[in-house]
């Protein structure tokens, strides 16, 4: 955060950043002071010149930022690079020598996770981001064979996000026995990259263990012809033990945010299963 900055008020900022691999990442990086801060900045020989919002900001108000940016593979990324001040600020910058077909690849989300679980016939889809640059969406494709590959669903990216977002599909028509989805993500300019593959059996969702019900907004019971010892534990979307308790039939959710779990249940025989749990408040 604010890498390179100059003081407070009339704070400056020199800076170079010469023969290196990547220039840094952040928010406002050579960033000048707030009031009438200036910032003077070279970036050189840099393979991938420096990602974030407003790079090289001059001061808040009467603030300057002077830079430039010579063989240097890839121009910065984000939004109003190369601002000055917000009353009277001034930006003067050059770039020389640019050349975007060696740019570097900067990766446009960071995946956190993606899961495929059934669930009564239907396939639930769960993922989850950190981070998006120029994200324009994501599709869920499914196969038999996991060589042949058709689309399931379309989701709408956010393009640009700094804070961890959350997804959901729902594949209400999937295949019987075992089959394999994942997630392609595309960006506005077409590029696109795949997820790990997932492998569910829809088949193994007419077991012995139902909850009910299910969504619930209150409690729900565990319904299996099994008189065994058993043992409950309650996983968030994120993997995180929520709940845990043996031989417990009936559970409330009264302490637990809408949304997706997974149950998963151990038999004393040594015998498990999981069936997803929709809380919707």
């Given at each position: 955060m604010n890498p390179f900055a100059g003081g407070n008020d009339d704070g400056h900022s020199s800076t170079s950043v010469i023969n290196t691999n990547c220039a840094p990442v952040g928010l406002n990086p050579f960033a000048g002071g707030n009031a009438d801060g200036h910032s003077s900045t070279s970036v050189i020989n840099t393979n991938c010149a420096p990602v974030g919002l407003n790079p090289f900001s001059g001061g808040q108000e009467d603030g300057h930022a002077r830079f430039s940016l010579i063989n240097t593979a890839c121009a910065p990324v984000g939004l109003n690079p190369f601002a000055g001040g917000r009353s009277d600020g001034h930006s003067s910058f050059s770039i020389l020598v640019l050349d975007p077909m060696t740019c570097l690849t900067v990766l446009p989300i960071t995946l956190l996770y993606f899961d495929a679980m059934a669930h009564e016939r239907k396939v639930y889809l769960d993922w989850s981001t950190s981070s998006e640059i120029n994200n324009d969406y994501f599709t869920v494709e499914r196969s038999k064979n996991a060589d042949k590959w058709e689309k399931v669903v379309r989701v709408e990216g956010a393009g640009f996000s700094s804070s961890t977002l959350n997804y959901q599909a729902i594949d209400t028509d999937p295949y019987t026995g075992i089959s394999y989805y994942r997630l392609k993500q595309t960006d506005f300019d077409g590029q696109f990259e795949y997820s790990d593959v997932?492998?569910?059996?829809?088949?193994?969702?007419?077991?012995?263990?139902?909850?009910?019900?299910?969504?619930?907004?209150?409690?729900?019971?565990?319904?299996?012809?099994?008189?065994?010892?058993?043992?409950?534990?309650?996983?968030?979307?994120?993997?995180k033990l929520v709940y845990t308790e043996a031989n417990q039939k009936e559970i409330s959710v009264a302490g637990f945010a809408s949304g997706m779990y997974v149950v998963r249940i151990n038999f004393a025989g040594g015998e498990s299963t999981s069936v997803r749990l929709i809380v919707n408040k």
């Open positions: 997932r492998a569910v059996n829809i088949d193994a969702d007419q077991g012995r263990v139902r909850l009910y019900p299910n969504p619930t907004n209150d409690r729900f019971f565990i319904v299996s012809p099994e008189n065994s010892a058993f043992s409950v534990n309650i996983l968030d979307a994120y993997g």
